[in-house]
């Protein structure tokens, strides 16, 4: 048996006082799916931003396919297959769909260019329920539409791992 994509060996993060994330551990195979549930306040997100690299653990592991990244830099562990949506939306304001989706298709396992580029964005807005609005500007989109434009630019990084934040 392959060693899990994700494994995270007590993991805990302090805010001075309060401990967010309190000595957790799991495995995720992969091709597995799975969510955290909880209350507000919980921790969910912030064990999202640990292994994301957005915050760093007190204490504990997390290995992406066996490689420990709990210290490394969020571009880097981006580099490395991780991508992720956020609790609140975070979409590029000034670009249209198209170019907030190219973004992620640019920088990418694949970095496809030009046409390829193009033709990967509109079909990744289409695979999000996005067919059509490439033009359209993201301040134009609903709320919900705009997660959509968010996960479709996490898509793009084809990452091995996918974080969903309040999805």
């Known amino acids: 048996m392959s060693a899990p994509l994700l494994e995270i060996s007590g993991l805990t993060r302090r805010f001075g006082g309060l401990v967010a994330v309190d000595n957790v551990s799991l495995a995720l195979p992969r091709g597995e799916i799975m969510g955290l549930l909880g209350p507000n306040g919980s921790g969910k997100s912030t064990v999202l931003n640990l292994i994301s690299g957005a915050l760093r653990p007190d204490l504990g592991s997390i290995r992406l396919a066996g490689l420990e990244i709990g210290s490394t830099a969020p571009h880097r562990i981006a580099r490395l297959g991780v991508a992720r949506t956020f609790q609140l939306v975070r ?8 170019e907030n989706v190219l973004a992620g298709v640019a920088f990418g396992r694949d970095r496809l260019w030009g046409d390829a580029a193009d ?49």
């Open 119 to 167: 033709r990967r964005a509109d079909a990744l807005l289409a695979r999000v329920g996005l067919a059509g609005r490439a033009a359209t500007a993201t301040g134009d989109l609903t709320y919900i539409d705009q997660k959509r434009l968010e996960l479709a630019r996490a898509l793009a990084l084809d990452p091995q791992l996918l974080l969903l934040d309040e999805w």
């Open 91 to 98: 979409v590029l304001p000034s670009l249209n769909c198209r």
